[in-house]
């Protein structure tokens, strides 16, 4: 499964955008979704969980503003992400795992809030 992650881009403090993972494959079997991102000079940082089966989690910083979701129909995760900050400004990688072991990143995609 290779992953073409989209979406990101230039957006001003308080504007949104949706982050998407489009997987050349099926997904149906993955049980673990990730969104990760790394700022210059930081470590990288979780920002968003999905399980199936036991729902979503997220970092503090980004509660109440990110939403992990996915369509298997469309074999493809998303990030939507509103009331964006200057400190959210990072690029942005999803991260997909199954029960075997498996895992795949997407190459990531630069989010960049400015005024």
């Known amino acids: 499964v290779q992953l073409q992650a989209s979406g990101g881009g230039l957006v001003q403090p308080g504007g949104s955008l949706r982050l998407s993972c489009a997987a050349s494959g099926s997904i149906s079997s993955i049980n673990f979704i990730y969104w990760y991102r790394q700022a210059p000079g930081k470590q990288r940082e979780l920002v968003a969980t999905?399980?199936?089966?036991?729902?979503?989690d997220y970092a503090d910083s980004v509660k109440g503003r990110f939403t992990i979701s996915e369509n298997d129909a469309k074999n493809t995760v998303y990030l939507q992400m509103n009331s964006l900050k200057l400190e959210d400004t990072a690029v942005y990688h999803c991260?997909?795992?199954?029960?075997?072991?498996?895992?795949?990143w997407g190459q990531g995609t630069q989010v960049t809030v400015s005024s």
């Open positions: 991260n997909l795992q199954n029960p075997w072991g498996g895992t795949w």
């Open positions: 999905l399980t199936r089966g036991g729902g979503a």
